[in-house]
């Protein structure tokens, strides 16, 4: 079926630097996508979100590029921090209402000193 | 703070056993949706309640169940447990008609023995 998925694994960055996590869709009908994260024994946070009539957005310290063209979704984080350190994820909407959303597998985002 | 509190934070049953698991939504939320979480994997989504109906449904076999109360909380229940049923159990609430933003609450860890 489609879904959503990630390209890497995991991800080191040294502190400071800009991160970047890519995420591809498969499904071209998905128009809202967002990005979470999630530390350590807790639930996904939300970061930032984009509908699909858009093709960045800007956060704090986030931003969120989507290339309907191939289906690509990715998260640029600036000058990441040791609390960056966490499961990255990007989820589609599904379905005809909110709240029902498909994830996928996760890039875990490793900042060392 | 998200507001989303579930309980309780980890529990341990064994295979046939039947369980449930609470999720109180954020305070001026109405739609509740939840997700399991295998290790190491992103979320799934299970089901949907909106105005004490499912509104929604993820590919779950029927023993899993839900419920919504009048005060928008809510109750996952699983039948028959199967070993791979453990997972973290995330609950997520949502305001319907606004934005897509879900606040996801901390989970219950289950572990099926």
């Known amino acids: 079926g489609e879904s959503v998925g990630l390209h890497l694994p995991t991800l080191s960055v040294q502190e400071g630097d800009n991160s970047i996590i890519n995420c591809a869709y498969s499904?071209?009908?998905?128009?809202?996508f967002i990005w979470y994260k999630q530390e350590s024994g807790k639930g996904p946070q939300f970061i930032i979100d984009?509908?699909?009539?858009?093709d960045k957005r800007q956060g704090q310290r986030v931003t969120v590029l989507l290339n309907k063209t191939v289906k690509h979704l990715s998260l640029q984080i600036a000058a990441t921090q040791p609390g960056d350190s966490a499961v990255y994820f990007c989820?589609?909407?599904?379905?005809?209402?909110?709240?029902?959303?498909?994830f996928g597998a996760g890039t875990q985002v490793v900042v060392t000193p | 703070e998200t507001g989303v509190t579930q309980s309780p934070t980890h529990l341990i049953k064994t295979r046939g056993q039947q369980v449930t698991l609470r999720c109180s939504s954020q305070?001026?939320?109405?739609?509740v949706s939840w997700y399991q979480q295998a290790l190491g994997q992103g979320p799934q989504f299970i089901f949907q309640?909106?105005?004490?109906?499912?509104?929604g449904r993820g590919n779950f076999p029927p023993r899993f169940s839900g419920l919504q109360f009048p005060n928008y909380s809510s109750e996952l229940n699983v039948n028959a447990l199967e070993l791979d049923d453990s997972a973290l159990y995330l609950c997520?609430?949502?305001?319907?008609?606004?934005?897509?933003?879900?606040?996801f609450g901390p989970g219950t860890r289950l572990t099926v023995l």
């Open positions: 984009i509908r699909s009539n858009m």
């Open positions: 309640y909106y105005r004490e109906e499912e509104n």
């Open positions: 499904n071209s009908a998905s128009d809202y």
């Open positions: 997520a609430s949502s305001q319907a008609g606004t934005s897509s933003e879900q606040f």
């Open positions: 989820a589609e909407n599904l379905g005809d209402s909110w709240g029902k959303l498909q």
């Open positions: 305070s001026g939320h109405n739609t």
